[in-house]
Structure formats: structure tokens, C-alpha cells
């Protein structure tokens, strides 16, 4: 393990100090948690494929010209990162009802939406993540007019740019939660694409099944979270059908 200093524990991940001044380490842990916290498991193998699988995309972000935190992968469990300002939202963007917009709206599960639908949840897990509009973003400071555009603007292509690459590996893209940074180079700051995404933060239903290959395998207790992760991964191209 590593003897770089921690800087933070999430429940699925941990940032560790750089090599080089502003940057971290982005260590992916196995653990597994829903409802904030209350549910929580351990599953053997689910670090490894979150890493791969959450490279694999930021790298094709990255040549697309979507700005991101990702540097390159260290190895098994862990990616060189750039030091950013996390914003304290969580972005989701829904194509089709799933999760808590059903529960909210009383909308069906698996209807698809007449369009794509940006929503923002303030961080803050004493408060269980609630969902605020940008009125509440921009009054309380926690992101300005022009920050809010550049994310809107950067979900919708990150969303049109997942939805191709998963339909062309059979996979529907229900749902997913970006996070985003501001990062501070010499006298400029720009707003670039942080966390990570992956089968914990997205819904992926099979095309041909409507199986679920993502983090709901979990919260439902439907078992076979990391057979489903390794699908994803086998069907992206990252892993050989033997690995
Ligand atoms: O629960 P909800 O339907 O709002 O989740 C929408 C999407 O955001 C899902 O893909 C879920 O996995 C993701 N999400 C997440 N982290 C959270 C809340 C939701 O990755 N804290």
C-alpha cells in the first residue's frame, strides 16, 4: 500500500498527495455503499474495474477536447490526477426515469424522458445530497452564471458522447452523476471534469436483456455486481473475454 500522504477518504475512494505539486493520487477502494452510507459491503474486484473503466473514458474525454482532472493510471487501483476545487454539486443527467425521479416525479422506470434532463444535488451528506436548482447554486456562491453554463454545456456533451459509446457496446445509458472542479494554472482558472465515472455512477441497462450492469446490482441486492462491472469493461473493449 501506499506511504504518500492521505489527504481524503470518500466511501469508494481515496486522494493521496501527488508526485509533483498539484497533483493526487486517486486511489479506487472495493468498498460499496447506498443510502449515504447505511448499506455498506466490501466486493472484491470492483476497484480495479472502476479504475479501467473510468480511464478508459476520461481518456477518450480528454482527446475530445472535454477537459478533465485525469492524468494517466498508475496501476491496478490507482490514477495520477491534477489538484482541483471540487465544486460541491453532483450533476446528474437522465435520458431515461430511473431512481429517485421516479419516486420524486411519479414518473415510470424505463420511461424514456422527451429530453435529456440536467439536475444538481448539493453535496453535503448530512443533508442526504438534496437536489437544488440554479438559483439556490448561484445565490449561495457555490458556483457563479458563467461556471454553471460551462457545466451544463460540458454534461450535454459528456452525456451525447457516453450515450454513443455504450450504444455501440449494446448498453442503454439510463442515467449518470458528474462532478466537476476548478483548476488553477498560473494566473487562469478553468472549470474541468473530476471524480470519476463508472458502473457506480451510472445506469447501464443491456440493450437486448434490460440488465442492469451497474451500481443498482448493489443498492437492489441483486448479486453479480462484479461479473456485471467485467461485462461492462469486456464490452468497451478494455478487457479481453479471458480477463
Ligand atoms: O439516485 P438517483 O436516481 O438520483 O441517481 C441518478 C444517477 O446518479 C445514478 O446513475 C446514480 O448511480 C448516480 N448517483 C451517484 N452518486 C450519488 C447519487 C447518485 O453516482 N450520490
Not at 34 to 54: C, M, P, Q
Not at 120 to 139: G, M, Q, R, S
Not at 215 to 220: G, N, T
Amino acid at each position: 500500500m501506499s506511504r504518500r500522504r492521505r489527504l481524503y477518504e470518500g466511501k469508494a475512494k481515496v486522494l493521496y498527495e501527488g508526485p509533483e505539486p498539484g497533483t493526487l493520487v486517486q486511489h479506487f477502494k472495493d468498498d460499496a455503499t447506498a443510502g449515504n452510507g447505511e448499506k455498506h459491503e466490501v466486493i472484491d474486484g470492483k476497484g480495479v474495474l472502476n479504475n479501467r473503466i473510468s480511464e478508459f473514458i476520461f481518456t477518450h474525454l480528454n482527446e475530445l477536447g472535454i477537459p478533465t482532472h485525469f492524468i494517466k493510471r498508475m496501476n491496478m487501483r490507482e490514477q495520477l490526477i491534477r489538484e482541483v476545487e471540487i465544486i460541491p454539486l453532483e450533476v446528474v443527467v437522465r435520458n431515461v426515469a430511473a431512481g429517485s425521479i421516479c419516486k420524486r416525479l411519479g414518473v415510470e422506470s424505463g420511461t424514456r424522458l422527451p429530453r435529456s434532463i440536467i439536475e444538481f444535488y448539493y453535496k453535503d451528506d448530512k443533508l442526504n445530497d438534496p437536489i437544488v436548482a440554479e438559483e439556490h447554486i448561484t445565490a449561495f456562491g457555490w458556483a457563479n452564471p458563467q461556471e454553471l453554463d460551462d457545466i451544463m454545456s460540458m454534461a450535454v456533451r459528456i452525456n451525447d458522447f457516453l450515450c454513443g459509446l455504450f450504444m455501440s457496446a449494446g448498453i442503454q445509458l439510463i442515467d449518470f452523476k458528474i462532478e466537476f472542479g476548478r483548476l488553477y494554472e498560473e494566473d487562469t482558472m478553468r472549470i474541468v471534469l473530476a471524480d470519476e465515472i463508472s458502473p457506480d455512477s451510472c445506469r447501464l441497462w443491456d440493450i437486448k436483456t434490460q440488465n442492469k450492469l451497474d451500481k443498482d446490482r448493489f443498492r437492489q441486492d441483486l448479486g453479480g455486481l462484479v461479473d456485471a462491472y467485467r461485462e461492462v469493461a469486456q464490452r468497451l473493449g478494455i478487457l479481453s473475454e479471458a480477463d
